[in-house]
């Protein structure tokens, strides 16, 4: 690999922020695990995970090419690589269409289902970075886009939409939306400046922060609830929920309305240790359970 195309790859890979799919892996994963009937094919385990790669790659180019105006005034974004220059609005063009083919070729290789409700992901994906000039609740759109994600599993490796897909998509799909809105709080002036709408921006910081606490507890509710569908008592899944709870909880405690200088602590760092513990969690239960 030539020097030039290395370092437009990790230019690529710096905007699309990459590492950060470490928020979505490991409950896909723990999805696959709480999900199957019998151990899936190794085939199919990678194009499950090849599929939520591509899809959030999708995701990120999109947005990163729709927000574009916005970004390029923001003194938060405006020195990212799209923003600019760096990145020109072919490649990002280029990445999406892509990303996009492969998400659509690694839904027709799981089945046929998959690959008819792979459309609806691809809409979301597109609608979510416009839902912000509409409406103040943009951050349920990301949530339905992860709310998607069990359901998904289920129909690639069952073909059906169970109860546990239910609960795990809507704790994934409130535990995103929540996570969102705390994102939101730093461009809190910049949005009302130009008019783009975000729960901050109709409820005030206090307000957004009171929301996101509302929609962690219902993901700890919807976890809860899901360990009713375990056949036996799922001790070392409630004890997971505990320390996840806690997780949740610290993640809380450094935000402030006055003080929002940890924000990216409590999003980054606390949330990618959030859904690495799921899936060890969910892991070990499988394991000891067999």
Not at 12 to 22: G, N, P, R
Not at 130 to 158: E, Q, S
Request: with cysteine; aromatic share 12%.
């Amino acid at each position: 690999m030539s020097k030039g195309l290395a370092q437009r790859l990790k230019l690529y890979s710096e905007l699309l922020k990459l590492e950060h799919t470490i928020f979505a892996l490991p409950f896909v994963l723990s999805s696959i695990l709480l999900l199957m009937k019998e151990l899936p094919s190794p085939k199919k385990i990678l194009f499950i995970v090849l599929s939520a790669i591509f899809a959030r790659t999708l995701g990120m180019a999109l947005n990163r090419l729709l927000d574009l105006p916005y970004d390029a005034q923001n003194p938060r974004t405006k020195v990212w690589h799209h923003a600019s220059g760096l990145v020109k609005k072919p490649e990002l063009l280029a990445i999406i269409v892509l990303s996009g083919s492969l998400f659509v070729l690694t839904c027709a290789l799981i089945n046929r289902l998959a690959l008819m409700l792979s459309p609806i992901v691809i809409l979301l994906l597109i609608f979510y970075p416009l839902a912000k000039r509409l409406t103040y609740f943009p951050h349920f759109v990301l949530g339905l886009v992860y709310f998607l994600i069990p359901l998904a599993v289920d129909v690639a490796l069952n073909e059906r939409i169970s109860t546990v897909a239910l609960l795990l998509g809507l704790a994934m799909s409130t535990w995103v939306s929540g996570f969102d809105i705390l994102y939101s709080l730093q461009d809190y002036e910049f949005d009302k400046k130009v008019g783009l709408k975000s729960i901050p921006v109709r409820f005030g910081i206090v307000g957004a922060i009171r929301f996101a606490r509302v929609l962690h507890f219902l993901t700890f509710l919807s976890l809860l609830l899901l360990a009713g569908t375990f056949e036996k008592t799922p001790y070392i899944y409630l004890v997971g929920l505990l320390l996840l709870s806690m997780f949740l909880i610290y993640e809380h405690r450094l935000i402030k309305p006055h003080d929002l200088s940890k924000l990216n602590k409590a999003f980054f760092t606390v949330n990618g240790w959030i859904s690495v513990l799921f899936f060890f969690v969910v892991l070990l239960e499988k394991l000891l359970n067999q």
